[in-house]
């Protein structure tokens, strides 16, 4: 079946620092790929998404690549502030659902330290 | 204004009981789920409907009863409460079910079970 993997947390880092949230997936047929925020005691926003390969998807400067190759979608940002601590979900939509289904990973959660 | 509303945001209740959750949004669109978030922030969909009907039903108990009375709403019945029906449980929709759609996600609703 489908499958989301991302790496386990927290990843702790400070204010201006580099991210780098890791995704790989696991599809049958071409997935759109998504990735979700949830800050604290909040519901989940989307963040940014890429529907084909080689698509980027961008937001609030956080940016990810769909990879068909390696079959991943990192998350990156140049330069973190505390405002970004948060979980962080990559999902795909599986190709082979009836109807629209959101599989997701187990969720990255990011502090920032000023 | 929310797009995606869901009440109640908290509700703590006893085993046995039974409670409701419910969803409204207001962006027109087709399509609506109900996702599952575990105590590790694990997600789930547990159903979806579009325009009324039902066309995602994942293994979820039957004492989960979905009901949409229109397109704009659908809401979460649970019978009997367990322990184990503690989470957070989060209202979507989207535009319609086609597959790679975004799906806007609402605030959830955080369900503790005593």
């Known amino acids: 079946g489908n499958s989301v993997t991302q790496m386990e947390g927290p990843v702790t880092l400070s204010e201006e620092a580099f991210l780098t949230i890791n995704c790989t997936y696991t599809a049958t047929g071409y997935p759109s790929l998504f990735w979700y925020v949830q800050y604290p005691g909040e519901g989940l926003q989307l963040l940014l998404k890429a529907t084909k390969a080689d698509d980027k998807g961008s937001n609030k400067g956080f940016e990810a690549t769909y990879r068909k190759e390696t079959t991943s979608f990192h998350l990156e940002k140049g330069s973190v502030q505390v405002s970004d601590s948060a979980v962080y979900f990559c999902?795909?939509?599986?190709?082979?659902?009836?109807?629209?289904?959101?599989?997701f990973g187990g969720g990255t959660r990011v502090l920032v330290k000023p | 204004d929310t797009a995606v509303s869901q009440t109640p945001k908290y509700l703590v209740t006893q085993m046995g009981n039974d409670k409701s959750i419910k969803c409204e949004q207001n962006?027109?669109?087709?399509?609506m789920y109900w996702y599952k978030q575990d105590s590790k922030k694990f997600l789930k969909i547990m159903f979806s409907y579009n325009n009324k009907e039902l066309i995602i039903n994942e293994t979820v108990p039957n004492r989960f009863s979905p009901k949409s009375p229109d397109k704009a709403h659908l809401n979460l019945h649970i019978n009997s409460l367990e322990l184990g029906d503690s989470a957070v449980y989060f209202c979507?929709?989207?535009?319609?079910?086609?597959?790679?759609?975004?799906?806007?996600f609402g605030e959830g609703s955080w369900l503790t079970v005593v």
């Open positions: 979507a929709s989207s535009l319609d079910s086609i597959r790679g759609n975004t799906i806007y």
């Open positions: 999902a795909l939509s599986d190709p082979q659902a009836a109807g629209n289904k959101l599989t």
């Open positions: 962006l027109g669109h087709d399509t």
